[in-house]
RNA sequence: CGGGGCGUGGCGCAGCUUGGUAGCGCGCUUGCUUUGGGAGCAAGAGGCCGGCGGUUCAAAUCCGCCCGCCCCGACCA
């Protein structure tokens, strides 16, 4: 491609709405515009680099068997109506009407669509295992679009679904996208790892996400040394032990104490000594969640405890305790008490449900029995639930998902009806999975990752182009018949090259070539010319090479393998 | 949805407190010069100051409502 003719608007200056390093690069890079809050367009730079991936998902999903297909994004709501998850998703999917007033929605995922092909099509357990796969537009309405591409409204995904005849078969199944998705992100060029993760409300079935280590994402997962790796919706971690006073239950004034900081500042002693007790609402019933003074209440771990909640309001907490925030405790309530296993054993400081007053020497299963769960937030430096052993402890790190694997079971099968008849001839329920990939948050990620401050930093699989050809100056001839000849091998041994033969100063070239980051750029200049060799220099390490020009096509390929 | 910020040529911003002629840098157009790290000179084009309403002789500027965008939080099958 020639520079002169490719649309390819870039920008002096970071745009002022963006935030993120890769939004602000992608901006000023001519990758996307933004249309509107979480719209973008793809500009031809940007639709390279998702096209170069897609190609790679495709490679690695075709590999493990699995079949392309595209489904609509328009779709009946009367299948998500079947499901149940017409109700249960709300205000993040798009609904609309057709003319004759049918209800329909947006596609925010597809298991929906692919479940009710599979029940119509799937009969027998000879045609099982399958696994249908799409590269397809989804629509969130998104509460916060944020971050550049990270978060956004509209976006394209690599869903893939399996459908099994055992949970056996699944396993299989699962382990082959485990594969294939190191495979992507390895080739794709970035850091990455597999945590656990929270499968949601469904509850029981297994999940994981894959991510890439980031400032700029949105996700936080607790990581050991020993190879222990999950989300910190769910990670689990062994608390330390605090010496604890002897057990009592008196009550002592506390006046004006409301917070853990207050309070242990009051009484002189440390915040793990505390109950920090939240009240919340469910469906059903008020609930007293207990954690640490220490801790703070991870609730979507409460969640998989109680199901749906919210927050008690200020006039709720008064009625239901009897006294404010900040002075609430389990002691004489007579509600739902759910308690943190590190409160398990211990002598505690608790509110009192009396304003101005707390209770010490409150011993758990004596002063008050709650139900047991695990419903607090990991802290960094606690041992690893798993090893138990390493000095240092878990360490907690921001992360972008750019990927995830769930285990579905029969959760779509079982309500749209999606079954085959085994060797015996009984009907059985297909047993599936589901799979996805965040093309998009794969190049930001990248970017994020590797960008320096001249600009992007491309992965040679994923770049828009392998190589940056700059011509110094377009005008003088021997320069130019250097430069169309070099480009003209180049794109015979089919390495993407981009030709600058823009008649503009060659400060901006340079520039432009940093701010886009291809792997490989080749000067022709005066130098060259004069020289007869090619001056080659590596975007990420910066090493310079020397190339004849007749042997350039051989030599820079085994460069862009060996990146 | 709660809190905060911002909307002025294509981009980045000043002007608003104290009402009166819309400004700067970059980019763009034309000409000449220049050509290995964001070139120089000269001449130009381009703005319903987010929208609607109000106050006023007069509104980018003051007041009200609305819309949009960004950030924090809530939310995220």
């Known amino acids: 491609m020639r520079a002169s003719r490719l649309f390819l608007p870039t920008l002096k200056e970071d745009p002022a709405e963006a935030e993120a390093i890769s939004h602000k690069l992608m901006v000023r890079a001519g990758l996307v515009r933004q249309l509107a809050a979480g719209l973008y367009i793809y500009l031809p730079l940007g639709l390279r680099v998702l096209n170069k991936i897609c190609q790679i998902i495709r490679e690695e ?61 799937i009969r027998s357990y ?54 294939a998705y190191n495979q992507i992100f390895k080739r794709c060029g970035i850091d990455f790892f597999m945590v656990d993760s929270d499968p949601g409300m469904m509850g029981g079935a297994t999940a994981h996400e894959f991510m890439a280590p980031s400032p700029a994402g949105e996700d936080e997962v607790a990581l050991c040394k020993c190879g222990y790796a999950a989300n910190v919706e769910l990670a689990r971690s062994v608390p330390g032990h605090p010496d604890y006073p002897e057990p009592g239950g008196e009550e002592i ?33 008020p609930v007293l969640a207990m954690v640490r003074g220490d801790h703070e209440l991870q609730e979507s771990k409460l969640t998989r405890a109680i199901g749906g909640f919210r927050p008690a309001t200020r006039e709720e ?41 707390h209770l010490q020497g409150v011993q758990p299963e004596v002063g008050f029995r709650p139900e047991w769960a695990d419903i607090r937030r990991v802290k960094p430096g606690e041992k690893c639930p798993i090893c138990d052993q390493s000095e240092e402890g878990l360490r907690i790190e921001r992360v972008i998902e750019i990927g ?56 040679a699989a994923i770049a828009p182009f392998a190589v940056h050809l700059v011509l110094v100056q377009p005008q003088d001839s021997q320069q130019a018949a250097m430069a169309e000849k070099l480009y003209a091998d180049l794109m015979g041994a089919g390495i993407d090259t981009l030709l600058d033969d823009r008649k503009i100063s060659p400060g901006v070239k340079f520039t432009d070539a940093e701010l886009l980051g291809l792997p490989i750029r080749i000067i022709i200049g005066k130098r060259a010319v004069a020289g007869g060799r090619l001056e080659v220099q590596s975007r990420r390490s910066g090493e310079e090479y020397q190339i004849d020009p007749g042997e350039a096509a051989e030599k820079i390929g085994s460069l862009l393998a060996a990146l």
């Open 404 to 459: 995830n694997i769930f285990k579905l079971g029969t959760k779509y099968s079982k309500p749209l009806n999606a079954t085959y008849l085994d060797e015996t001839g009984k009907e059985r329920e297909i047993i599936m999975g589901s799979y996805g990939i965040g093309p998009a948050r794969i190049a930001a990620a990248a970017i994020e990752q590797l960008a320096d401050e001249r600009g992007i930093v491309w992965p």
């Open 253 to 285: 004034a506390t006046p004006d104490a409301r917070t853990i900081e207050e309070v242990s500042g009051y009484l002189d002693i440390s915040p793990d000594l505390l109950v920090k007790s939240i009240l919340v609402i469910t469906d059903a019933e």
């Open 317 to 357: 907490i008064r009625d239901i305790t009897g006294a404010d925030a900040g002075f609430i405790g389990p002691v004489g309530l007579d509600i739902r008490l759910v308690a943190d296993e590190s409160l398990r054993e211990g002598v505690f400081v608790a509110g009192a449900n009396k304003n101005g007053y």
């Open 61 to 121: 999903m075709n590999a493990i068997g699995a079949q392309e297909l595209s489904m609509p994004v328009l779709q009946p709501a009367e299948i998500w109506m079947q499901s149940g998850r017409y109700e249960s998703i709300g205000e993040e999917m798009f609904r609309l009407k057709d003319r004759g007033g049918r209800e329909m929605v947006l596609g925010m995922t597809h298991e929906e669509i692919i479940t009710w092909l599979a029940s119509r099509e």
């Open 126 to 179: 000879r045609e099982l295992p399958q696994v249908w796969y799409q590269i397809q537009t989804k629509l969130r309405d998104e509460a916060r679009p944020k971050s550049g591409v990270l978060r956004t409204r509209e976006f394209i995904m690599k869903d893939s679904y399996s459908f099994d005849t055992d949970a056996e078969a699944l396993d299989r199944n699962y382990q082959l996208h485990i594969d």
